[in-house]
């Protein structure tokens, strides 16, 4: 049987930011590591560094010691094979969704002619091909996420990254693009890591669940969920991993509140 490819990898990492002349320590010593193909949600407090973990993993900023490894290799700077999504969808007012979809390809010297060719095959993918002459305002909230989506997925990563994306969208949206993700997930097999702070999100998407706890971040529970999608959260294993994940989180130093 093949090995199975290590894609991410945290050794010993902590991260400070400067506040004020003040040392603010937001991650100590994290290790971990995430493999090809896995979708692993990050889930913490707010104010954990959830986000932070993310930005180290795309290269957008650096730890202050210990390693982040992508492919075994130190990450050094942000890179295609890492796309990041985020929750305000950054989407470009100007341009339609095709445009916004294709923008990302430009970059990587595609003509304009194949650029919105490729942009049109990723509006396909998440269903979205018929509204590539609107404009943004003209799309719901959920449609904005999926043309982020979209845009990540175009440039091909290894890895996509995803800081709460669903986290301004109303109950219904949010169910609606889980199982989008879910089906899109089957059907690229990307590596995802997915941050929230919602544990039943977690359950109902992640192979593995990575907790963090509370400021200054550290790696509290790794957990898989051995049960098979779609889940059925009656399900006594399903269950038993909720109820571990909560009694950690009850601990008084990483209490997270009554949204979970």
Same mark, same amino acid.
């Given at each position: 049987?093949?090995?199975?490819?290590?894609?991410?990898?945290?050794?010993?990492?902590?991260?400070?930011?400067?506040?004020?002349?003040?040392?603010?320590?937001?991650?100590?010593?994290?290790?971990?590591? $995430?493999? %090809?193909? /896995?979708?692993?949600?990050?889930?913490?407090?707010?104010?954990?560094?959830?986000?932070?973990?993310?930005?180290?993993?795309?290269?957008?900023?650096?730890?202050?010691?210990?390693?982040?490894?992508?492919? =075994?290799?130190?990450?050094?700077?942000?890179?295609? =094979?890492? !796309?990041?999504?985020?929750?305000? &969808?950054?989407?470009?007012?100007?341009?339609?969704?095709?445009?916004?979809?294709?923008?990302?390809?430009?970059?990587?010297? &595609?003509?304009?002619?194949? !650029?919105? /060719?490729?942009?049109?095959? &990723?509006?396909?993918?998440?269903?979205?091909?018929? &509204?590539?002459?609107?404009?943004?305002?003209? $799309?719901?909230? @959920?449609?904005?996420?999926?043309?982020?989506? %979209?845009?990540?997925?175009?440039?091909?990563?290894?890895?996509?990254?995803?800081?709460?994306?669903?986290?301004?969208?109303?109950?219904?949206?949010?169910?609606?693009?889980?199982?989008?993700?879910?089906?899109?997930?089957?059907?690229?097999?990307?590596?995802?890591?997915?941050?929230?702070?919602?544990?039943?999100?977690?359950?109902?998407? %992640?192979?593995?669940?990575?907790? $963090?706890?509370?400021?200054?971040?550290?790696?509290?529970?790794?957990?898989?969920?051995?049960? =098979?999608?779609?889940?059925?959260?009656? =399900?006594? !294993?399903?269950?038993?991993?909720?109820?571990?994940?909560?009694?950690?989180?009850?601990?008084?130093?990483?209490? $997270? @509140? !009554?949204?979970?």
């Amino acid at each position: 049987m093949d090995e199975i490819q290590s894609k991410i990898k945290f050794v010993n990492v902590s991260k400070s930011f400067l506040n004020h002349k003040k040392e603010d320590r937001i991650l100590t010593d994290l290790n971990f590591e $995430i493999f %090809a193909e /896995e979708f692993v949600c990050v889930l913490g407090p707010s104010g954990s560094g959830k986000s932070t973990i993310l930005g180290l993993i795309a290269g957008f900023i650096k730890s202050n010691s210990g390693e982040v490894l992508f492919n =075994s290799k130190p990450v050094k700077r942000p890179d295609s =094979s890492r !796309a990041l999504v985020f929750q305000e &969808y950054a989407l470009f007012p100007w341009l339609n969704i095709l445009d916004n979809v294709a923008f990302g390809l430009t970059a990587k010297n &595609y003509s304009k002619a194949k !650029a919105r /060719e490729t942009a049109l095959e &990723y509006l396909n993918l998440v269903g979205l091909s018929g &509204y590539k002459d609107h404009s943004v305002n003209q $799309i719901s909230g @959920g449609m904005k996420q999926r043309v982020a989506i %979209a845009r990540a997925l175009a440039v091909e990563p290894e890895v996509l990254l995803m800081d709460e994306p669903f986290g301004a969208l109303d109950q219904q949206n949010r169910e609606n693009m889980q199982i989008e993700l879910l089906r899109l997930f089957s059907k690229t097999r990307k590596t995802i890591v997915f941050v929230t702070h919602s544990v039943d999100e977690a359950l109902k998407l %992640a192979d593995r669940i990575l907790v $963090i706890g509370n400021k200054p971040g550290r790696l509290l529970l790794d957990i898989t969920v051995p049960v =098979s999608r779609p889940r059925d959260f009656n =399900s006594p !294993a399903l269950f038993s991993v909720r109820n571990k994940i909560l009694d950690k989180l009850a601990d008084p130093d990483f209490f $997270i @509140g !009554a949204d979970i």
